[in-house]
């Protein structure tokens, strides 16, 4: 760990590597990329499918199923609350659970595989601020109606007790957005948010996490 200098990136990606290996072979899906972002800015990772942008991500998060995947080269460097900058890509498991959440968050492609069917939405926008947040459950349940609010979603108090078949694709979005968004995160890594939603819907979540950002501060990769 190393303290942080000021004006220094709130992430740096540093020729990452990151390969799966297989039955058929070595999968090279990253291979040195590197970037950087500055705390409250926009990044826009660009390739066709199957260029590794989700492994990217998933790399940041420490997502990579091993086996079969793992980084096997490059630093992952961030500055985390306490301006502090890690390796990611060398961080223990518990602390990189820790940074999970609070300091970084990622909303993905398709939210009913990130929700979980059998809880209520706002129990589990509660659970994320209870756990990084040490909220107790009343004060939790009431960051979670905050959050659905800060998110545009309609009648926000009436969702709190809907679970996520209830909801349309576009609202379940809107969620994972309040979700990821619940801890206050300084990064927030949006892995292709639209895919699943018509155009129209897509542009007002784009909207959206534009909005968010220039007012939370948070940096958008």
């Known amino acids: 760990m190393a303290t ?28 040195d990329v590197s970037f950087y972002l500055n705390p409250g800015e926009t990044l826009a990772v660009v390739g066709e499918s199957g260029s590794g942008k989700s492994v990217t991500s998933l790399s940041i998060m420490g997502l990579i199923p ?29 602390a ?12 993905f492609q398709e939210p009913m595989t990130s929700l979980d069917p059998v809880f ?7 659970e994320a601020a209870a756990l990084h947040l040490g909220m107790n459950r009343a004060k939790a349940m009431k960051r979670a109606l ?12 009436q969702r709190l007790d809907e679970y996520p078949h209830q909801l349309s694709g576009g609202m379940r979005q809107r969620v994972m957005i309040a979700l990821a968004l619940a801890c206050n995160p300084s990064l927030l890594i949006a892995d292709e948010p639209t895919t699943a939603l018509d155009v129209t819907i897509q542009a007002q979540i784009l909207a959206l996490l534009d909005k968010l950002r220039r007012e939370i501060g948070m940096a958008v990769l």
């Not at 990151?18 to 291979?31: I, L, P, Q, R, S």
């Not at 091993?66 to 080269?73: F, K, L, T, Y």
């Not at 820790?98 to 990622?106: E, H, K, Q, S």
């Open 4 to 31: 942080v200098h000021a004006g220094a990136p709130l992430l740096q990606v540093k020729h990452l590597k990151t390969h799966f290996f297989t039955d058929a072979g070595v999968v090279k899906a990253v291979e």
């Open 146 to 157: 905050e959050m659905l609010e800060l998110v545009e979603i309609p009648a926000a108090k």
């Open 66 to 94: 091993n086996p079969p995947g793992r980084i096997v080269g490059g630093e992952i460097l961030f500055r985390t609350r306490e301006g502090v900058v890690v390796d990611l890509a060398k961080l223990p498991v518990k």
């Open 120 to 126: 209520t939405v706002g129990d589990q926008i509660a």
């Open 96 to 107: 990189l659970r820790t940074l999970r959440g609070r300091d970084i968050a990622m909303i």
